[in-house]
C-alpha cells in the first residue's frame, strides 16, 4: 500500500507523542543514552515499514517492539563480554542543574544511578520483565512474549529482579534539601580529614564505585572506614564543587578550570550516604554540558 506524505507526517507526529515514553524504558534497560537513542530510532524504522493502520494500540506495539530491541542488545553485550567481570562501569548520568530544580517532578521521573548498577546484574529476561512491569505497569501476558515465556514464569523472572533490586539498590530519602545536607556534611568531613564526621554521615555498609574509563578497571569500596579513608584521599585532587541532580538525586559535578573533572552521585537513605558513584571517565565527562 502506498503511504502518502501527510500520512507519514501524520504516522511521525504519533511516535513523536511515544518517544519521551519510549526512550524512558529504552535507557532503563540499557543504561547507555546513546544506545537508547538508537533503540528508539530502529522502532521507528520498523514502525515506518508497518501497516500503521492495523495497530490497535500504538503505545503497547511500540513499547513491546523498543522491548525486544533491547533484549536483543542486552543479549548482544552479553555475548560480547567486552569488559572484565570486576571492572567497575557505571551507567551514563543524566545530569540536571542543581541550583533551582523541581525536587518531587525529577525525583519521580528518574531511576538513580544505583538502581541501574543493579539491573546490570539481571539476566537481559529479569530486567525486561522488572522494567516494563514494575517501571511502567505492562501486563505480564504482554511481556511474556517478548521473552519467550509464560506469563507465569514471567512474573517470577520480575519477582527474583524484585528482590535484588530490593536488597542491594536502597530507594532514597525523598527530601532533596536533606541530601543535600549529608552531602555537604560529607564533602566538609572529607576535604578536612576528619575521620570520624565521614564515619557519621556514612551509612556501615556503604559502597563507593568509581569508573575511570575503559582503559581502567576503576575502583570499589565497601564499608564505612574504607570508604572515608578512600574519600580523604581522593579530596586532596579534588576539583571545585556544584551541585546538580544525577538521575534525580542530589550529586556533585568537581571541575578545574571550567572542565569536569568528576561527577559524583549520592544515595542518602535514613540520613546516610548508602552508595557513592563516582564518574572521572574524561571521555564520558566531555560529554556533559559544560559547568557554570
Known amino acids: 500500500m502506498k503511504v502518502t506524505t501527510d500520512e507519514k507526517e501524520l504516522l511521525a507526529g504519533r511516535f513523536a507523542e511515544h518517544r519521551p515514553r519510549l526512550t524512558a524504558v529504552a535507557y ?4 547507555s543514552l546513546s544506545e537508547a537513542e538508537d533503540a528508539v ?3 521507528w524504522l520498523r514502525l515506518s515499514r508497518s501497516d500503521a493502520a492495523e495497530i490497535d494500540n500504538l503505545g503497547g506495539w511500540l513499547t513491546t517492539v523498543v522491548g525486544r530491541i533491547c533484549l536483543d542488545m542486552l543479549r548482544s553485550r552479553a555475548a560480547r563480554r567486552e569488559e572484565p567481570l570486576q571492572q567497575v562501569r557505571l551507567p551514563d548520568p543524566v545530569v540536571a542543574d542543581g541550583l533551582d530544580p523541581e525536587p518531587a517532578a525529577v525525583l519521580a521521573d528518574s531511576v538513580g ?14 530486567r525486561l520483565a522488572f522494567v516494563l512491569h514494575d517501571m511502567f505497569g505492562v501486563p505480564f501476558a504482554e511481556i511474556a512474549p517478548i521473552v519467550g515465556r509464560t506469563p507465569a514464569t514471567t512474573k517470577k523472572l520480575a519477582s527474583r529482579a524484585r528482590i535484588r533490586v530490593r536488597d542491594a539498590a536502597p ?3 525523598a527530601d532533596l534539601a536533606e541530601q543535600r545536607r549529608v552531602v555537604d556534611a560529607f564533602l566538609a568531613a572529607a576535604r578536612g580529614g576528619d575521620f570520624d564526621a565521614l564515619l557519621a554521615v556514612l551509612d556501615p555498609d556503604v559502597e ?7 582503559a581502567l578497571p576503576g575502583r570499589r569500596a565497601r564499608g564505612a572506614a574504607d570508604v572515608a579513608r578512600s574519600a580523604i584521599i581522593g579530596s586532596r585532587d579534588a576539583g571545585a564543587p556544584r551541585h546538580v541532580l544525577v538521575n534525580g538525586v542530589a550529586g556533585i559535578l568537581e571541575t578545574k578550570d ?3 573533572v568528576a561527577l559524583l552521585a549520592f ?3 535514613g540520613g546516610r550516604i548508602a552508595t557513592i558513584d563516582i564518574l ?3 571521555v564520558r565527562l566531555a560529554r556533559l554540558a559544560p559547568a557554570r
Not at 532503563?28 to 543504561?31: A, N, P, Q, Y
Open 28 to 31: 532503563r534497560m540499557l543504561g
Open 41 to 43: 530510532q530502529e522502532a
Open 113 to 126: 544511578l544505583a538502581l541501574l548498577v543493579v539491573l546490570d546484574t539481571l539476566s537481559p529476561p529479569e
Open 171 to 173: 530507594a532514597p530519602d
Open 208 to 214: 563507593l564505585r568509581v569508573d575511570e574509563g575503559p
Open 258 to 260: 571550567g572542565r569536569p
Open 267 to 269: 544515595t542518602v537513605r
Open 280 to 282: 572521572t571517565d574524561p
